[in-house]
């Protein structure tokens, strides 16, 4: 996780991205997470991938294994359960597809024009 938050990070540097950046990165430190924890089968890994687009910038995070993620509303006292729903939060646009193997969890971000 802490490497796609590296990336991410360097990636919204390079191309002069600085709004936002912190929900950005936290966004995509959430979806590695659930990657690893819950969609990576053994022996295999994520990707992540940042595209712009019309305004937008957009972070795909996908793994191979089976299931779909789904966004839980947990108890105030709950220890686990607010990854998703945070990032709904933070994201202007949230989407899971499914792919001819596993799935992409994508998260846009609507940025000023520059």
């Known amino acids: 996780m802490r490497a796609a938050r590296q ?3 360097d990636t919204l540097a ?6 936002r950046r912190d929900d950005i990165r936290l966004c995509v ?5 659930n990657a690893v924890l819950r969609g990576v089968p053994l022996g295999r890994e994520f990707s992540v991938r940042l595209a ?3 305004g ?3 972070i795909e995070v996908r793994d191979s294994g ?3 993620p789904v966004v839980r509303h947990p108890d105030f006292d709950a220890q686990t359960g607010r ?3 945070l990032v709904t939060a933070l994201a202007d646009e949230f989407e899971i597809r499914d792919e001819r193997v596993g799935k992409s969890a994508l998260v846009g971000f ?3 024009p520059v």
């Open 83 to 85: 990854g998703l729903w």
């Open 66 to 68: 089976p299931g779909h």
């Open 29 to 33: 430190s959430e979806l590695a997470a």
């Open 7 to 9: 990336f991410v990070g």
């Open 52 to 54: 712009r687009e019309d």
């Open 110 to 112: 609507k940025l000023a």
């Open 56 to 58: 937008v910038l957009w």
């Open 14 to 19: 390079e191309w002069g991205v600085s709004e």
